[in-house]
């Protein structure tokens, strides 16, 4: 399993931008598809984003879709999120995950290992 540590949360305010990173050990990070995923109180964690392991093919969820990007740079076993107009109600804890496939799910179940999460909040 891989070992995944996300930087780049913080305080920010309303339309602000934000890049959230997330650095992978092993060799075989280009093998994995990696998601992004997003936890606010009292809520179930949500799908975000995701990216294949070449990084052919990108998908977003409805909420943040025109706003977000993922990207990865498998050169530097790294996975980004590129949050621009940040909005109230993107305030989560931001996790990356990984699975050992081709293509993301949008299932959280899908993933075989998770970051600790980095918060961001964003107030109005």
């Known amino acids: 399993q891989a070992q995944l540590v996300e930087s780049g949360g913080g305080l920010v305010q309303t339309g602000d931008s934000l890049r959230l990173s997330c650095v992978a050990s092993g060799r075989a990070f280009s093998t994995w598809a990696m998601g992004w995923f997003r936890q606010a109180p009292g809520k179930e964690r949500e799908f975000v984003a995701g990216?294949?392991?070449?990084?052919?093919?990108?998908a977003y969820a409805d909420s943040v879709k025109g706003r977000f990007r993922i990207s990865r740079d498998n050169a530097r076993n790294t996975v980004y999120l590129q949050m621009n107009s940040l909005k109230s109600e993107d305030t989560a804890v931001y996790y990356c995950?990984?699975?050992?496939?081709?293509?993301?799910?949008?299932?959280?179940?899908?993933?075989?290992?998770w970051g600790q999460g980095t918060q961001v909040t964003v107030s109005s």
């Open positions: 990216i294949t392991r070449r990084a052919g093919v990108t």
């Open positions: 995950a990984s699975r050992d496939e081709t293509w993301f799910s949008r299932g959280r179940e899908d993933y075989d290992s």
